[in-house]
């Protein structure tokens, strides 16, 4: 077994839960997979690869010996090597954790617990891909402004206790500080359990800008029924201030994304600016109607109630006006999805504008995407998947796709570029579009001429699952040969009508393989 400082291979049966096939016996690394991060997997496939083809793996640990051809490795979305074969006809990995006994994979599963946590807590405090996906002086900045928050903290807590203090509260200042501190602190806990989905919100903005309105309005209404409950006031006020901060992580992660859709000269600097005075403008503005309306309003609690309602039931429209009005050109899985099915539906001539795209999209939160009656999950393991691409195109293939009974999968190379991806949106649209003809009443009802988008079509002409009479290894080999045919010509028609195909937003989940 290799012993370096930097590079060791750790064999470990650990607990790795998979949609579909076994539990695998994992291959784990230390060290350099922990400095680079998910995006450092490249090292760790080709140590593991090493070691796997010298024997210099201890063996002991594994449950039983690895033996047969190793035809391809995959990082689970823990930072884990998973090897396949498929000496056996199949997709299979090497090793069955089903054979372990449980004081075995108990004690394995301890044993990996201090990598996973360091895992879980990476993807929580820095961003994917750390530190390649960031500049050189991330690091240092992060630390002096972690020191800074901390010290802003202190002074935001004597300040409280000044300011109560004043108000005549003298008498138990500290307790009641304390009170509204530890309102303020348990409130702090909901942006971490936020930080670790910033790809999503990078994916889709105006959606998860909208929820975060509806959850600010929420944390308000809260803070508003502390008067009709005193005695809860800490539990509603920290729960109120929890539901805020939510609300304001997300919110200030998707402002940047819709404010880069405005930048049109490198000055997204000046339009954020702007846009910080505008808002104290209207922001002021506001407040002095706000004092206005509370001094107007009788003092009964039922009426103010009402006014907040009514108040927030037009903010809420507001902001839906507003996300709509953004044209956001960055392919995300439903603008993708749409585009694909207009590619196709147009007999790979022509696909929809950004204005056309951004008008269709459904960005109301708790309100199903477009085309996610067989959706498409990007990025799932190879077991999920059950094969890999044929062997005399398995050089060049860039992922292999499946279709299961109610959704579309797709496994990805570790080098699946944003061109790959395209070619996966637009088999998926193919199967979508194959699949409602087949089982939703042929081409008249499901595929007429002036249709450029599946949206609209009856139901039936959607399919949510896949008939048991359908070949479906079949129908995706017809796809992949649409795919492969017309990628091209989408890629160019995508560029000519004003979308970005350099950078994709399709938040995939975090496994990547190589074979």
């Known amino acids: 077994m290799v012993r370096s400082p930097r590079r060791r291979l750790v064999a470990t049966s650990t607990i790795g839960v998979l949609a579909s096939g076994p539990l695998a016996t994992i291959a784990t690394w230390q060290g350099e997979r922990l400095s680079r991060g998910c995006f450092g997997f490249l090292t760790g496939l080709q140590v593991a690869e090493a070691a796997l083809s010298k024997g210099q793996l201890d063996r002991e640990r594994w449950t039983r010996p690895l033996a047969g051809q190793v035809d391809a490795y995959e990082m689970d979305r823990h930072g884990f090597v998973v090897a396949y074969s498929t000496s056996t006809g199949t997709l299979r990995p090497l090793t069955d954790i089903k054979s372990a006994g449980w004081g075995q994979r108990l004690q394995d ?241 022509d696909v929809l504008d950004v204005d056309t795209v951004n008008d269709l999209e459904c960005i109301v939160p708790f309100i199903p995407e477009h085309f996610q009656h067989l959706p498409l999950r990007l990025g799932v393991s190879l077991a999920q998947v059950g094969r890999l691409p044929p062997v005399r195109r398995r050089t060049n293939a860039r992922y292999v796709m499946t279709l299961a009974e109610r959704e579309i999968r797709v496994a990805l190379h570790e080098r699946a570029s944003p061109r790959d991806l395209i070619q996966v949106l637009l088999q998926s649209a193919y199967l979508r579009y194959a699949l409602g003809v087949k089982q939703g009443g042929g081409v008249a009802r499901c595929s007429p001429r002036n249709v450029r988008t599946a949206i609209g079509l009856p139901r039936s002409c959607l399919p949510s699952s896949v008939g048991r009479d359908i070949d479906r290894e079949r129908l995706v080999a017809q796809a992949e040969a649409y795919a492969e045919a017309h990628a091209d010509a989408f890629y160019r028609t995508l560029e000519q009508r004003g979308w970005n195909t350099r950078v994709l937003q399709l938040a995939p989940e975090r496994y990547r393989g190589r074979w």
């Open 109 to 349: 599963a301890l044993a990996a617990s201090p990598e996973r946590i360091l895992l879980q807590l990476r993807s929580v405090f820095l961003p994917d891909g750390f530190p390649d996906s960031v500049g050189p002086s991330y690091l240092r900045y992060s630390l002096w402004r972690g020191a800074q928050n901390i010290v802003s903290a202190m002074t935001a807590v004597l300040s409280t206790h000044a300011l109560l203090a004043a108000v005549g509260l003298s008498s138990t200042p500290v307790a009641a500080a304390t009170s509204w501190v530890l309102k303020d602190g348990i409130g702090q806990l909901g942006k971490l359990l936020t930080a670790r989905r910033g790809r999503e919100f990078d994916a889709d903005p105006k959606r998860y800008r909208l929820s975060s309105d509806l959850l600010y309005d929420a944390g308000l209404s809260l803070e508003i029924l502390t008067p009709l409950f005193p005695q809860y006031f800490l539990a509603l006020a920290a729960l109120g201030n929890f539901t805020k901060s939510v609300a304001i992580t997300v919110g200030m992660a998707c402002r940047n994304s819709v404010l880069s859709s405005f930048v049109l000269r490198g000055n997204l600097g000046d339009i954020s600016a702007k846009n910080d005075a505008q808002n104290v403008v209207t922001n002021l503005t506001g407040m002095g109607l706000g004092i206005l309306t509370a001094r107007v309003l009788p003092p009964q609690p039922a009426i103010r109630l009402g006014a907040f309602a009514a108040l927030t039931a037009l903010y809420s429209v507001l902001n839906y006006k507003s996300m709509k009005a953004v044209r956001l050109n960055v392919l995300n899985r439903q603008r993708g999805a749409i585009l694909a099915d207009s590619f196709v539906r147009s007999d790979a001539q």
